[in-house]
């Protein structure tokens, strides 16, 4: 059992920068790749990004490409998303999960593990 805790979030004017983190507990990442999604009101959970387990690959979603960069620390189990250039429709929930999948996988059904989520709201 992997235990996720998001942490990082909060309020920012649109431009500005928050750095994500999701720190595991319990059985380690040790072999798990992970991604980042996000949730706003009344929308599906989507994809956001995802690092391999050495990190050697990382893979973003369209929307943030460019402006938001995934990266682990695998000594400290711990996955961070840097988002700069933050824009009001990066408002959501933001959730890390833990795949055992080897390629970059996109689907909520590929994750096992979730984290309970941390809240960023981007202020126009």
């Known amino acids: 059992q992997v235990q996720l805790v998001e942490s990082g979030g909060g309020l920012v004017q649109a431009g500005g920068s928050l750095r994500l983190s999701c720190a595991a507990s319990?059985?380690?990442?040790?072999?798990?790749?992970t991604g980042w999604f996000r949730q706003a009101p009344g929308k599906e959970r989507e994809f956001v990004a995802h690092?391999?387990?050495?990190?050697?690959?990382?893979y973003y979603a369209a929307s943030v490409r460019g402006r938001f960069t995934i990266s682990r620390d695998n000594a400290k189990n711990t996955v961070y998303l840097q988002m700069n250039s933050l824009k009001p429709e990066d408002t959501a929930v933001y959730y890390c999960?833990?795949?055992?999948?080897?390629?970059?996988?996109?689907?909520?059904?590929?994750?096992?593990?979730w984290g309970q989520g941390t809240q960023v709201t981007v202020s126009s």
């Open positions: 319990g059985r380690t990442f040790s072999g798990y790749a």
């Open positions: 690092i391999s387990w050495s990190g050697g690959s990382r």
């Open positions: 999960a833990s795949t055992a999948h080897t390629i970059a996988v996109v689907h909520t059904t590929d994750y096992n593990y």
